[in-house]
């Protein structure tokens, strides 16, 4: 594993958790604002529709890959700059 590996699993490792984080945040907001009131429901929930849980599900899904690529992508720029080499798909 090259420098820039190595230096770049740790950063990775706590980035993505506060990503983790931060898509929740994220998609919570993303609900309220297409109009929906309270949580997200879950898929067992007896109460909401199909559509609605989907719909939830869908969307969750969008926001926590976005902000997962946009915080891999600053990982890596960011080790990049630091070590002066771009860690390789293998190093993450």
């Known amino acids: 594993m090259s420098f820039s590996g190595i230096v770049y699993k740790p ?3 706590v980035v993505g958790a506060l990503g983790g984080v931060l898509a929740s945040a994220v998609f919570k907001r993303v ?6 009131e309270g949580d997200a429901p879950n898929a067992t929930d007896e109460n909401r529709t199909w559509s609605e ?3 939830a599900a869908a969307l969750q899904g ?3 890959a976005l902000v ?3 915080i891999d992508r600053t990982g890596a720029v ?6 002066g080499h771009w860690p ?3 190093d993450s």
Do not use: E, Y
């Open 11 to 13: 950063v990775g490792m």
């Open 62 to 64: 969008a926001v926590f």
């Open 31 to 36: 609900w309220k604002v297409a109009g929906h």
């Open 68 to 70: 997962k690529a946009a």
């Open 53 to 55: 849980v989907l719909l």
């Open 78 to 83: 960011a080790v990049g700059k630091a070590t």
């Open 88 to 90: 390789t798909s293998n």
